[in-house]
């Protein structure tokens, strides 16, 4: 069986946000000397150091290191005798006073440097030939669109070595048929659509003595009328989805038409007026586009995501290290890796996001022996072997260079194989400045490191940006209890040992705007995640922060002790590096609670801005504004899984409170296998109710679920309101402008989405906690104790409903029936029921079962049985 994640915070990077818990790193020593120091001096007090007002005395490493309080400190006009090489390099950029600390200006784009060189992997130098390359790739390298479709276009460039190669001038983009109409500049390029022409190659990009192109499909323009043309894509790759299912529902759920897509992934279904429109297929997960104007978008284009949990893989192996030279301080390594994140991180499942949990031993004594953490992180001491890590990958596209895949195009279509980028956030962490309570039960260990981390010098980031993996059937997916623990990685990590990684050398804050409430309280605590969008493979991360909402809990972050501001969060993060330069720098803040509510939900509001570049401010002086507001979270959720009315809902209705400024609401119902059902809605019909259609026959029905013994399960169910630039509700531009061939595009919808507010509800379960087996003895009148989670327990404002404990057999036992509506302690999910006094006999049943406020079993049923013996 898959092993439950714990709740993600963010609502996407919601979700690796949650798990920067701990983790490993390339150069974990100290900072690296900018020496040349006068003589290794060791010391107790900063009068041991040659001139304490130039050089302090390290506690943790007892040596004396460089001082600074202002930038000019670290030049040799002010060190004289004592000044630092690397300050002052003809050439050089100089140092910047980090942390008191002088360290090497590290650059941040093209701009930063003089006229004649760029920047690369952090520092300036002449811009590379076009000469070195040796291959290229276009992403998308498969589109299949409609006249009047723009479409943009990256080329990633490698030298001999197999290095990525980003050059400034050079590469030359080519039209080769009157199917595209554009062009480029440097690595992008951007065209549009326009006449029809079955699959060929399109579009040309030359880089030096490389070229390589995409191919490209133009449908007809016209669209027969009566009805829709439904394109069906892979959202991740481009390729069509042939013999996909679109299905054509009424208001109340019901069939009313349903064709199959063809090898190009199109078809026509009968339909006008406002109807449901969706596609299903197996391998994929299932999209409805609910209340669809079919007689004004009448050409549509929808784009599914496989099954997440259906093929497993990614890269694995010890993490990464250098040798130390100058270091003697006993460190804690800390590190977390992984591979870039495609879309929001909520369309993928929290197995392929971050990894299945491990127990990891911790090397510190803090009173706790062991921590529960995703594959891609570890921890470790200085002078001691790096652990393996692992970090699942997401299908997407591959080349035949990948060992084991004999035809790339297969693979791909298969969702065999993919690229993305890998990562790494490193760093060493002296255990004379670790807090006292930084493993304490209880604590947070992502804000702990998103505090610790800003403050230090010593981490640093690294990247591979051709990651290439293949995934293979996941085992147990057969009997729908996908085991990803057991899954097997066949790719190494791709991180070369002899690459150190970029210090994270950009300390600023960020001003983070009020936070939300969700039931009444503030959310608890803030994330910031800076990253870079890389096209074709995801998200990537750069660096961190963090801060927490406790004193007071009001509507902005706690102040941070360097800053001294309430609202403001510290960052540090690195810049593009390893082939990402150019690309644009992302925020991702995440405000979310520390703790799950007792019902199971997990409540988190997300911003994603554009940050121009980083900045070095660590003092905060020039806060990062994102311009951005955090979406209230959806309220009143409710779902009715009965096919039959129940309540104020209709059998099958969706119902929801959302934020007024949201474009789009989506609904995903998940299985226990990772196969989702993702609704599509205007945030103006939520509040009315919208009905989820009956998929047609042959497709499992996903708002379902079938525990160990077969019995129907609800789903779980998670709601997402999501604010998307370039469309305006006001003017109707809800989801079926959005897939509309005119429109913007569902595959963009990661890239033009600025904030997300997301409710995860739990699915309702209830379990016996005494007697803990069946055949047990129990005494006359004795007490019972059931947990129930995902559920709310009471019969007042805000209560779900009660727990109802019926019996079975013996004397005086039949026809009884006990009531809980109330835990016996706050938060525990826990009620206990007094038995009668008069109720004995041998193999009595106990069946606790989960009802409504109207006392009716909840439907699905929710409910276990116990057999005893009551002398």
């Known amino acids: 069986m898959s092993h439950p994640p714990r709740p993600l915070a963010l609502a996407c990077l919601a979700c690796v946000l949650l798990y920067l818990s701990g983790c490993g790193d390339m150069d974990m020593g100290p900072d690296s000397p900018v020496g040349p120091f006068p003589q290794v001096t060791y010391c107790s007090v900063d009068q041991d150091c040659p001139d304490p007002s130039l050089f302090f005395c390290d506690s943790a490493t007892s040596r004396c290191e460089p001082a600074c309080l202002t930038r000019e400190d670290c030049g040799v006009a002010r060190r004289g005798p004592h000044a630092l090489a690397a300050c002052d390099e003809v050439g050089g950029a100089g140092c910047q006073c980090d942390m008191n600390r002088c360290v090497p200006v590290v650059c941040a784009a093209d701009t930063d440097c003089d006229?004649?060189?760029?920047?690369?992997?952090?520092?300036?130098?002449?811009?590379?030939?076009?000469?070195?390359?040796?291959?290229?790739?276009?992403?998308?390298?498969?589109?299949?669109?409609?006249?009047?479709?723009?479409?943009?276009?990256?080329?990633?460039?490698?030298?001999?070595?197999?290095?990525?190669?980003?050059?400034?001038?050079?590469?030359?983009?080519?039209?080769?048929?009157?199917?595209?109409?554009?062009?480029?500049?440097?690595?992008?390029?951007?065209?549009?659509?326009?006449?029809?022409?079955?699959?060929?190659?399109?579009?040309?990009?030359?880089?030096?003595?490389?070229?390589?192109?995409?191919?490209?499909?133009?449908?007809?323009?016209?669209?027969?009328?009566?009805?829709?043309?439904?394109?069906?894509?892979?959202?991740?790759?481009?390729?069509?989805?042939?013999?996909?299912?679109?299905?054509?529902?009424?208001?109340?759920?019901?069939?009313?038409?349903?064709?199959?897509?063809?090898?190009?992934?199109?078809?026509?279904?009968?339909?006008?007026?406002?109807?449901?429109?969706?596609?299903?297929?197996?391998?994929?997960?299932?999209?409805?586009?609910?209340?669809?104007?079919?007689?004004?978008?009448?050409?549509?284009?929808?784009?599914?995501?496989?099954?997440?949990?259906?093929?497993?893989?990614?890269?694995?192996?010890?993490?990464?290290?250098?040798?130390?030279?100058?270091?003697?301080?006993?460190?804690?390594?800390?590190?977390?890796?992984?591979?870039?994140?495609?879309?929001?991180?909520?369309?993928?499942?929290?197995?392929?996001?971050?990894?299945?949990?491990?127990?990891?031993?911790?090397?510190?004594?803090?009173?706790?022996?062991?921590?529960?953490?995703?594959s891609g992180s570890a921890l470790w001491l200085t002078g001691s072997t790096a652990p393996d890590v692992a970090a699942p990958g997401v299908a997407g596209v591959c080349d035949g260079s990948l060992p084991g895949v004999l035809d790339a195009e297969l693979a791909i279509r298969t969702g065999a194989c993919g690229t993305r980028t890998a990562w790494a956030l490193t760093g060493a962490l002296p255990l004379k400045e670790l807090p006292l309570n930084l493993m304490a039960p209880g604590t947070d260990p992502l804000l702990q490191l998103g505090q610790l981390l800003p403050g230090s010098t010593r981490f640093f980031s690294a990247l591979s940006r051709d990651a290439r993996f293949t995934l293979a059937p996941t085992p147990g997916i057969l009997t729908g209890e996908p085991d990803t623990r057991a899954a097997e990685y066949a790719q190494a990590l791709p991180f070369e040992r002899e690459t150190p990684g970029v210090r994270l050398s950009f300390p600023f804050a960020v001003r983070v705007p009020p936070l939300p409430q969700y039931r009444g309280a503030h959310l608890d605590r803030a994330y910031v995640l800076a990253t870079v969008a890389v096209p074709g493979r995801g998200m990537v991360p750069l660096g961190l922060g963090a801060a927490a909402n406790v004193a007071p809990a009001d509507p902005n972050t706690d102040a941070d002790a360097r800053l001294g501001r309430p609202g403001l969060v510290p960052v540090r993060m690195a810049p593009t590096h390893r082939g990402l330069e150019g690309l644009p720098y992302r925020l991702v803040v995440s405000a979310t609670s520390g703790d799950q509510a007792e019902d199971g939900t997990?409540?988190?509001?997300?911003?994603?801005?554009?940050?121009?570049?980083?900045?070095?401010?660590?003092?905060?002086?020039?806060?990062?504004?994102?311009?951005?507001?955090?979406?209230?979270?959806?309220?009143?959720?409710?779902?009715?899984?009965?096919?039959?009315?129940?309540?104020?809902?209709?059998?099958?209705?969706?119902?929801?409170?959302?934020?007024?400024?949201?474009?789009?609401?989506?609904?995903?119902?998940?299985?226990?296998?990772?196969?989702?059902?993702?609704?599509?809605?205007?945030?103006?019909?939520?509040?009315?109710?919208?009905?989820?259609?009956?998929?047609?026959?042959?497709?499992?029905?996903?708002?379902?679920?079938?525990?160990?013994?077969?019995?129907?399960?609800?789903?779980?169910?998670?709601?997402?309101?999501?604010?998307?630039?370039?469309?305006?509700?006001?003017?109707?531009?809800?989801?079926?402008?959005?897939?509309?061939?005119?429109?913007?595009?569902?595959?963009?919808?990661?890239?033009?989405?600025?904030?997300?507010?997301?409710?995860?509800?739990?699915?309702?379960?209830?379990?016996?906690?005494?007697?803990?087996?069946?055949?047990?003895?129990?005494?006359?009148?004795?007490?019972?104790?059931?947990?129930?989670?995902?559920?709310?327990?009471?019969?007042?404002?805000?209560?779900?409903?009660?727990?109802?404990?019926?019996?079975?057999?013996?004397?005086?036992?039949?026809?009884?029936?006990?009531?809980?509506?109330?835990?016996?302690?706050?938060?525990?999910?826990?009620?206990?029921?007094?038995l009668p006094a008069k109720c004995s006999g041998l193999g009595v049943s106990l069946v606790a079962t989960l009802v409504d406020l109207e006392g009716d079993p909840l439907r699905p049923l929710v409910t276990t049985t116990r057999q005893v013996d009551i002398p």
């Not at 998308?140 to 006249?147: E, L, N």
């Not at 069906?232 to 009313?256: K, M, N, Y």
């Open 115 to 374: 006229s004649g060189t760029v920047c690369r992997d952090g520092a300036c130098g002449s811009p590379p030939s076009e000469s070195r390359a040796v291959a290229c790739e276009v992403t998308p390298d498969v589109v299949v669109g409609t006249p009047g479709m723009t479409v943009d276009f990256h080329v990633w460039v490698r030298e001999s070595t197999g290095a990525p190669l980003v050059l400034r001038d050079g590469v030359a983009w080519e039209v080769l048929s009157p199917s595209v109409v554009g062009g480029g500049d440097g690595h992008h390029a951007s065209v549009v659509l326009s006449e029809p022409a079955s699959e060929h190659q399109a579009l040309a990009v030359r880089v030096g003595n490389v070229s390589c192109h995409a191919r490209v499909t133009v449908l007809p323009a016209e669209v027969a009328p009566g009805g829709v043309r439904v394109l069906v894509v892979d959202a991740l790759t481009g390729r069509p989805v042939p013999l996909a299912v679109v299905a054509v529902s009424a208001d109340d759920g019901g069939l009313e038409a349903a064709m199959v897509t063809n090898a190009d992934g199109a078809v026509w279904v009968p339909a006008e007026g406002e109807v449901a429109l969706s596609a299903f297929h197996s391998d994929y997960g299932y999209l409805t586009l609910a209340r669809h104007d079919a007689s004004q978008f009448r050409d549509v284009r929808m784009a599914l995501r496989r099954n997440p949990l259906d093929r497993f893989g990614g890269v694995k192996g010890p993490f990464p290290t250098l040798t130390e030279t100058f270091s003697t301080a006993v460190s804690l390594r800390v590190g977390l890796m992984g591979l870039s994140v495609p879309g929001l991180p909520t369309d993928l499942a929290p197995e392929s996001f971050l990894g299945p949990e491990h127990e990891v031993a911790l090397p510190v004594g803090t009173g706790q022996d062991r921590l529960s953490l995703p």
């Open 602 to 834: 997990v409540a988190t509001s997300t911003l994603v801005a554009n940050l121009p570049r980083p900045e070095f401010d660590p003092d905060g002086v020039q806060p990062v504004d994102a311009g951005l507001s955090f979406l209230s979270l959806p309220e009143s959720v409710r779902y009715n899984f009965d096919g039959a009315p129940r309540g104020e809902l209709v059998g099958r209705e969706f119902q929801a409170q959302v934020d007024g400024r949201a474009s789009v609401v989506r609904a995903e119902f998940t299985n226990r296998a990772g196969r989702r059902w993702t609704v599509l809605m205007d945030p103006d019909d939520t509040d009315d109710g919208v009905v989820v259609p009956r998929p047609p026959p042959g497709f499992e029905d996903r708002t379902f679920d079938f525990d160990g013994v077969l019995q129907e399960t609800r789903a779980k169910l998670q709601v997402e309101a999501l604010r998307v630039r370039g469309l305006d509700r006001r003017m109707g531009q809800g989801p079926s402008r959005l897939v509309a061939t005119e429109g913007l595009g569902a595959e963009r919808l990661a890239d033009l989405t600025d904030a997300v507010a997301t409710l995860s509800v739990g699915r309702p379960e209830v379990t016996w906690r005494h007697p803990e087996a069946d055949g047990q003895r129990l005494a006359r009148g004795s007490a019972v104790r059931v947990s129930v989670s995902g559920f709310r327990l009471g019969t007042g404002s805000g209560g779900e409903g009660q727990v109802r404990v019926s019996m079975r057999g013996g004397s005086g036992c039949n026809d009884q029936a006990l009531f809980a509506s109330a835990p016996i302690a706050p938060g525990r999910g826990e009620v206990e029921l007094q």
